[in-house]
């Protein structure tokens, strides 16, 4: 069974820079993962892609032969792969039945919260096979304003009654938040969604005749309780490891290692089936169900609280990898020159 991501969110919040992070990290770990670009307008894409859409229908051709703006040459192009969704099937088949596959979705917000093409898209996907789940990206800075703040919210839940998949909000680019500003709250106020009463003098100092239309709009996200959000620095390897458990969860996705990959003794059972078929209680649990390590306490301390003394932490125990590395080849080389040396004395005897 096939499993993936419909990575969406606004213009800028990172979801190409994303994409790109993902396979870097799922490639170091073995992981299976292929990237599908269905944005039409994107000629610079920094990863390897399984699939890109610009072979079937470009934006610029589009709006050259229709005479359509860029809105409404990309909602042609969505409903463009809709009508020709066979295309996407027979390519994305030929990934196999075990593929982990990253949809990087067009940034143009109608297509998520009330245009139908993308709706049908990702429903025609579940109806061939594919566990699905919506990973949402939404640029950390707006937590630092609570007018914006509550406009990420709404967005939020509107993708996810829009798209009805298991949907995982994301705050990207967490590690420049502390670049905008001091932030009102904990940073698990935000993450959290709390008591959203709280942001009443913030918003009415900003925009005091709209009091309560404000107010208003707070109570619908609270009535729903469904947002909350995860956070993300793409060149952190623990909080991409996060999120990616986070994700598994909501799938019910479980990664079986090879069989010859390192595993405390007695988790896979011994068989000749293949291995993603045979019981692995320590995939099971160091993956979908085990419990989620990291708390937004460890990130607001990483990145907001005492963000210098973590990376000066961070360089000096990168330091002393790359000594021990470096040391580990020169004992190698040291070792073959050795064996080369006895040898070349053993042929002269």
Wanted: proline fraction near 5%; aromatic fraction near 8%.
């Amino acid at each position: 069974m096939p499993f993936g991501e419909v990575v969406c969110g606004a213009p800028g919040s990172g979801k190409s820079t994303y994409c790109y992070g993902k396979h870097q990290l799922f490639t170091a770990l073995n992981r299976p993962i292929s990237i599908v670009n269905l944005d039409p307008a994107n000629d610079n894409i920094p990863y390897p892609c399984a699939v890109d859409i610009a072979s079937l229908i470009t934006l610029q051709d589009v709006m050259d032969e229709h005479g359509l703006g860029p809105n409404g040459g990309m909602l042609y192009c969505m409903e463009y792969l809709d009508a020709n969704f066979d295309w996407l099937e027979a390519r994305l088949k030929e990934l196999g039945s075990d593929a982990y596959v990253l949809f990087d979705i067009p940034g143009q917000v109608e297509l998520s919260t009330n245009h139908e093409a993308l709706k049908h898209i990702v429903q025609r996907l579940t109806k061939i096979g594919f566990r699905l789940a919506a990973v949402h990206l939404c640029d950390a800075h707006y937590v630092t304003d609570a007018a914006k703040y509550v406009s990420v919210l709404l967005l939020s839940l509107r993708t996810m009654l829009q798209l009805e998949l298991p949907h995982v909000n994301v705050l990207s680019k967490v590690d420049l938040i502390v670049q905008y500003g001091d932030l009102d709250f904990n940073l698990d106020f935000y993450t959290e969604v709390q008591d959203l009463s709280y942001l009443e003098n913030a918003l009415n100092a900003s925009s005091p005749r709209y009091t309560a239309l404000n107010m208003a709009l707070c109570s619908v996200i609270e009535d729903y309780s469904l947002v909350g959000f995860e956070t993300l620095a793409v060149e952190d390897k623990a909080s991409m490891l996060h999120l990616a458990r986070a994700i598994d969860r909501a799938t019910g996705y479980i990664f079986v290692p090879s069989h010859d990959a390192p595993a405390p003794e007695g988790t896979l059972e011994a068989s000749s089936v293949p291995a993603s078929t045979r019981p692995n209680t320590f995939s099971l649990f160091s993956s979908a169900a085990g419990p989620m390590a990291g708390s937004v306490g460890d990130v607001q301390e990483r990145w907001i609280d005492a963000r210098e003394q973590w990376d000066a932490f961070q360089s000096k125990e990168w330091r002393q990898e790359g000594e021990m590395i470096r040391e580990a080849r020169e004992r190698e080389k040291a070792m073959q020159n050795e064996r080369r040396g006895k040898s070349g004395i053993r042929e002269r005897k």
